[in-house]
């Protein structure tokens, strides 16, 4: 489907489910499996307790597919490198911080961790935000800055990386008109 580029929905919906599942499944079961944590957890909690706690993790879950949906819808690609959207994204989450998708996923981790009563759960979302602010905001940025130019720097001097903004960014009317990718088009 991406060579073909068909199905741009169906292909960031397979991307999240894949994601979802090593993040919330995998990772943790392989944690979980090198200590003395279980995924009974789960269900040693009272239920009103483990659904309050489910929901919490939900809000950081809803912003990172809130982040995918404006990729798909406004960006015309997928997080995936080779799948990138074409359009520089700077509504939605993206209006509030740079890196929702990340961000997201850092908290998620986090609050799963305490979910599961692992540290080494919520560890795994502290370094997830220790890649992310680090190599992968590198390449990730001098990527970004060569396809979006000017559009982009003026993005990030309004948005920061980690942390929200109260309102939304807006950039000036005449950004809107070269924020298109020229090679992507």
């Not at 944590?37 to 809803?62: K, M």
């Not at 993005?155 to 929200?164: A, D, F, G, K, N």
Request: with cysteine; proline share 6%.
């Amino acid at each position: 489907w991406t060579a073909e580029d068909r199905r741009l929905a169906a292909r960031a919906t397979l991307q999240l489910l894949c994601f979802a599942a090593l993040v919330l499944g995998v990772l943790p079961a392989t944690i979980l499996a090198h200590t003395e944590a279980s995924w009974t957890a789960l269900t040693s909690d009272a239920p009103r307790a483990i659904i309050l706690q489910l929901q919490i993790a939900a809000i950081p879950a809803l912003l990172g597919v809130s982040a995918l949906q404006e990729f798909v819808e406004r960006g015309r690609g997928t997080p995936l490198p080779f799948d990138a959207p074409r359009r520089l994204v700077t509504t939605g989450p993206y209006a509030y911080v740079a890196n929702p998708m990340q961000l997201s996923t850092a908290v998620l981790l986090i609050v799963w961790g305490a979910v599961l009563h692992s540290w080494w759960v919520a560890l795994a979302g502290a370094m997830s935000f220790v890649y992310s602010a680090g190599l992968a905001r590198m390449d990730e940025g001098l990527d970004l800055e060569e396809r979006f130019g000017e559009a982009w720097k003026n993005y990030r001097r309004e948005v920061r990386s980690w942390v929200p903004r109260w309102r939304p960014a807006h950039p000036p009317a005449r950004l809107y008109v070269s924020m298109g990718c020229g090679r992507c088009s």
